[in-house]
Nanobody
Framework: QVQLVESGGGLVQPGGSLRLSCAAS????????MYWVRQAPGKGLEWVSH????????YYADSVKGRFTISRDNAKNTLFLQMDKLKPEDTGLYYC???????????????WGQGTQVTVSS
């Protein structure tokens, strides 16, 4: 069955870095666009970034552009999110998702991970 398993979250000081990973299984990873979506405490889902398939084109929310980098390793069925210059407002539960789409309001993905917590605090 399809599994998306995130890891790499934790507590970090403002200005610090974290690297999130999402291990995928149960589907042909290289054929799917992959997304990172986050949810801050008490707030709704927010699209962070996504990466398309073979060409690897990447897209970012304005709030993370220039600080986050999404990448994928199709040979290892793994998605990454390198997060630098972290801010307290980056705190939240970070999910990887696929098998669908988002328009920024609706999140219609068939595959979701369980999420990994990122907390940015001094």
């Amino acid at each position: 069955q399809v599994q998306l398993v995130e890891s790499g979250g934790g507590l970090v000081q403002p200005g610090g870095s974290l690297r999130l990973s999402c291990a995928a299984s149960g589907f042909t990873f290289e054929n799917y666009w992959m997304y990172w979506v986050r949810q801050a405490p008490g707030k709704g889902l927010e699209w962070v970034s996504h990466i398309i398939t073979a060409a690897g084109s990447t897209y970012y929310a304005d709030s993370v552009k220039g600080r986050f980098t999404i990448s994928r390793d199709n040979a290892k069925n793994t998605l990454f999110l390198q997060m630098d210059k972290l801010k307290p407002e980056d705190t939240g539960l970070y999910y990887c998702a696929s098998g669908g789409f988002t328009d920024g309001t609706h999140y219609a993905f068939g595959y979701w991970g369980q999420g990994t917590q990122v907390t940015v605090s001094s």
